[in-house]
């Protein structure tokens, strides 16, 4: 596994444990990279983007389109 899929399951990892302390959070992407994740955290847009893509596949996280097209990403209420 190369380093990328490593910070993507880092990432993924931080982004389960930041819903389960907050389940109602609701964020794009840009605020979960400044946000949700630990202090310190170098992650790119990329890696959130593809962290958020596993967690909605395994359906622990869902989205929601706005009408400016952006999206958010918050915790699948039936879990």
């Given at each position: 596994m190369g380093d990328?899929?490593?910070m993507v399951q880092a990432v993924a990892a931080s982004l389960v444990a930041?819903?389960?302390?907050?389940?109602?959070a609701a964020d794009s992407i840009e605020?979960?990279?400044r946000?949700?994740?630990?202090a310190g955290t170098v992650a790119s847009a990329a890696?959130?983007?593809a962290a958020l893509n596993c967690l909605v596949l395994a359906g622990i996280l869902a989205t929601r389109?706005?009408?400016d097209r952006g999206v958010l990403y918050s915790r699948r209420?039936?879990?």
């Open positions: 990328g899929d490593d930041y819903v389960t302390r907050h389940p109602e605020g979960i990279r946000w949700w994740l630990p890696d959130v983007e389109r706005l009408p209420r039936d879990r």
